[in-house]
């Protein structure tokens, strides 16, 4: 799993590997295309960058652990989509100054890779404090049952299973 | 052998259990076959006979017929074999039995084998040893007498039995006129058990009193040749010499011979007397040579003794004896020196050359031979070395004198009285009987000697000592000591003797023993070989369903309805049968119906026990409830000992679910801004 998980995120070298097949013409056109791209498209470079900021943060800080990327991840960009497509509509190239004035903006896309971190980290730990609930009520019907059928049917009835405790 | 058909064929058998379970009239009295009333509190000393008590019975519908009982004593059981019989026969010279069966008797609250005769209204022919009859100067009389008892002896012959009781204190006249001579009972203990030696013959005087057995009509005759001379002589003879003293002398000097030295009987009786007590079985009169004697013709009494006489003699212990009897009765007496003689050879030198019996010395050779080849039992060697010489006389074998038909008696006294059962273990286990049947002319052995040995190596129950005198001798009751003293003769008493027998401290043991189930298979027969096979299962279960359906089977056969003290016995009993059925609610449940179950009907206690439905639902529910409890145990041990696993596995399940969660809120953000977009 963590291997399929490797192969599925960690793709720069990949990356690495088909930029450095290409000539230097094609590099250099690649470069200036990016270049262009962000100079055009500064605002939404800016937002990504700025809205993304938690996950790039997880991705430098705790690269193995990709459940944690994935789900932050999503749910901040989750947070970001609901900014990026405003930003759309009336894209131009001041835009970029509104984007730490809307605070609403800020803490909704912050806020949601806040949710996936507090998910992450405490949904297990309820889940299995559940588990462990419902395994001891099971454990109690059991013993209910198993008096009964010794009550019922005697002794010999229930199997002695050693313990491996 | 007595059979289970052959009981409910037997009509006077089968009647003499209903008579016991009709109402007593009152303490002192007792109601036989609805007809016959025995009055307890009149007995009638003078008419005590074999070790029986009489006491005064009334005809309640011929009132004016004079009737007594002889009520059997436990010590010496009647002969009930010969009962339906003589109940048959009708001869004058003949006390007649006209009803016999079991009876509650009154004195000792037990029941008891009752005989009801005609009462003889003459009283008896001899009194304190003096007869009351002169014949002496009667021929005619004696004539007449002496057929009439050959009569009776023919009349038991042709119904295959023997009266063994011909002496003159069981001598009775039949009228008052004192005219007609009867012979009393033969029926109410063991066959010649109360014969004095005087009256016994020879090779009877040898045997044990217990194992002289039914002999043959010859024993008879002889028995009533000693009675017709005491009655010739007036008066009875060798009262006060012991057996053992009347043997020697007999052996000695001969029984008429013996006779006539102590008083000479006259010429006029003695020639019919001595046909009649040839100490020669064979060469003994019967009643056609009798009545051709009396008629005048030419009988043979024989050879005489003194022709017989081997022309040789055997030195043993330093005596020299000419004479087979003489020779086994040494033998006997010498054991060890018998062997070595037996082993040398100089016992079939003698048989060769002294009694020039060549068949009789291969025979012998042919046992030393064997007895070479593997050495055995000094006494069984000598025991069939003095069947073959002397084949007339009974079997020795150590302490043990018998006739084989005597020995099942035998044992059942051993048995009673609890003494050492080694030596008839013995002889069981040999061929001495099979041996002596062959050398015998005119018996057969009984077609179950064979089984004896087979018998007696099977240790299991239903089968062992027990078995053998019970499928030999019809006559012996059931003595288990689960009766007390009860009378047992026929496997319809068994469930009436243990229900009356039942005391709360035998409550513990089982309601069974080797004898009881040895008697019921003489008795019943192979039907029960199948529960005697249960019986000997080691499941203890299988032996509780074996006796219940034993006993159902049996109150169901011959009743009676209710047995209610047994069913309590057997309700106890049963409880490892309770334990079959794996369900403990059922199990208190039957528990519970089982202590209601009072009405003394044994197929009922099985009925409820046995219920195949509930047995096969118990079955089932077990199986499904042993499946379920193994599930159970084995997840609460996984869940037990999963700890740390689970909640890993559950920690796993949570990020799988949190991480589709995350994928679909994003997807689901991607969708409604691209669609709130589009539409803008």
């Known amino acids: 799993m963590k291997n399929k998980n490797t192969k599925e995120f960690d793709s720069s070298p990949q990356f690495g590997k088909s930029f450095r097949k290409l000539n230097l013409f094609q590099k250099a056109a690649l470069i200036i295309l990016f270049i262009l791209i962000c100079i055009i498209s500064f605002p939404i470079v800016l937002i990504l960058i700025f809205g993304l900021l938690p996950t790039l943060t997880i991705l430098f800080v705790d690269k193995k652990n990709y459940d944690k990327q994935l789900i932050v991840g999503c749910f901040n960009i989750a947070g970001v989509f609901f900014y990026l497509f405003g930003v759309l509509n009336k894209f131009s190239v001041g835009q970029q100054n509104d984007i730490a004035d809307n605070i609403f903006m800020t803490i909704l896309m912050l806020g949601s890779a806040a949710l996936g971190l507090v998910l992450y980290n405490e949904l297990p730990n309820f889940y299995a404090y559940l588990y462990r609930l419902v395994s001891t009520r099971r454990i109690d019907k059991i013993n209910t049952r198993l008096e009964k059928l010794k009550e019922d049917w005697g002794e010999e009835i229930v199997p002695n299973i050693p313990s491996s405790k | 052998m007595t059979t289970d058909e052959e009981i409910v064929a037997n009509k006077p058998e089968a009647e003499t259990q209903q008579s016991s379970s009709l109402p007593k009239l009152d303490n002192q009295k007792f109601l036989l076959k609805e007809r016959f009333e025995i009055d307890f509190s009149r007995p009638l000393s003078w008419l005590d006979n074999n070790g029986a008590k009489a006491f005064a019975v009334s005809d309640r519908i011929d009132t004016s017929r004079r009737i007594f009982a002889l009520i059997c004593c436990a010590e010496t059981p009647p002969r009930i074999s010969i009962l339906p019989y003589l109940k048959s026969i009708e001869n004058s010279a003949l006390m007649k039995l006209v009803e016999y069966g079991v009876v509650t008797f009154a004195p000792e609250n037990t029941q008891k084998m009752a005989l009801i005769y005609e009462e003889p ?34 009349s038991f012959k042709n119904m295959n039995i023997t009266h063994r009781a011909i002496r003159t204190d069981n001598l009775y006249f039949k009228d008052e006129n004192k005219s007609e001579i ?10 010649a058990y109360f014969q004095q030696p005087a009256f016994e013959a020879i090779e009877s005087l040898y045997a044990d009193k217990v194992a002289r057995g039914n002999g043959s009509d010859k024993n008879d005759i ?144 042919a046992l030393v031979k064997q007895e070479k080849n593997a050495a055995g039992n000094k006494n ?6 003095a069947c073959l010489i002397a084949p007339i006389l009974p ?60 018998y007696i190596m099977r240790q299991e129950i239903g089968y062992g000592i027990e078995r053998i005198i019970y499928d030999f001798d019809n006559d012996l009751p059931c003595i288990s000591p689960l009766f007390n003293d009860e009378i047992v003769i026929g496997a319809p008493q068994v469930l009436r003797a243990l229900n009356a027998a039942f005391k709360k401290e035998n409550i513990s043991l089982p309601p069974y023993d080797r004898t009881i189930i040895a008697f019921l298979r003489c008795k019943i027969g192979k039907k029960i070989d199948s529960i005697i096979s249960d019986l000997n299962s080691s499941r203890e279960e299988n032996r509780v369903a074996a006796i219940l359906h034993l006993y159902a089977m049996l109150q169901n056969k011959f009743g009676p309805a209710e047995l209610p003290n047994l069913a309590r016995w057997l309700v106890n009993f049963s409880k490892p049968l309770v334990r079959i059925y794996h369900n403990k609610k059922y199990q208190r449940y039957l528990e519970k119906e089982l202590l209601k179950s009072n009405s003394g009907k044994l197929y009922e206690i099985v009925e409820l026990l046995e219920n195949e439905s509930a047995l096969e639902k118990d079955r089932a529910d077990y199986a499904a409830v042993l499946n379920e409890a193994n599930y159970l145990a084995l997840e609460k041990n996984r869940i037990e000992n999963g700890g740390p696993k689970l909640d890993e596995e559950a920690r796993a399940s949570a990020l799988k679910l949190v991480s589709v969660l995350s994928i679909i809120a994003m997807t689901a953000s991607f969708a409604y801004n691209l669609i709130s977009w589009v539409l803008k």
């Not at chain 2, 057996?243 to 010429?267: D, M, W």
């Open chain 2, 121 to 154: 209204l003459g009283g008896k022919v001899f009194d304190n040893g003096v007869c009351s009859m002169q014949i002496k100067d009667a021929p005619e009389k004696f004539r007449g007498l002496a057929l009439n008892f050959m009569g009776v002896i023919d």
């Open chain 2, 182 to 191: 009867v012979i009393g009972d033969c029926a109410a203990a063991y066959p």
């Open chain 2, 222 to 365: 002889y028995s009533a040749a000693v009675t017709l001379a005491c009655i010739v002589l007036g008066h009875d003879i060798f009262q006060n010499l012991s057996a053992p003293e009347v043997l020697r002398q007999k052996i000695k000097k001969g029984s008429l011979a013996l006779i006539n030295s102590v008083e000479k009987i006259p010429a006029a009786f003695s020639n019919a007397l001595r046909g009649m007590m040839n100490d020669t079985p064979s060469l003994r009169w019967n009643y056609s040579q009798l009545f051709s004697f009396f008629e005048g013709k030419q009988v043979s009494y024989g050879p005489t003794s003194a022709s017989e006489r081997p022309k040789r003699a055997l030195n043993i212990n330093g005596e020299k004896v000419y004479m087979p009897h003489d020779v086994v009765y040494m033998l006997h007496s010498n054991i060890d020196e018998a062997y070595n003689l037996i082993l040398s050879g100089k016992i079939s030198d003698w048989t060769k050359n002294g009694l020039e019996n060549d068949v009789l010395t291969t025979k012998i050779d």
């Open chain 2, 380 to 385: 069984l060697m000598v025991a069939r070395v």
């Open chain 2, 395 to 454: 079997i020795k074998f150590k302490d043990m004198t018998f006739f084989p038909d005597g020995i099942a008696k035998a044992t059942f006294v051993a048995l009673k009285e609890k003494k050492n059962l080694k030596p008839f273990v013995e002889v069981f286990d040999s061929d001495l009987i099979k041996l002596w049947y062959q050398e015998q002319e005119s018996l057969r052995s009984p077609g179950n000697i064979t089984e004896f040995r087979v």
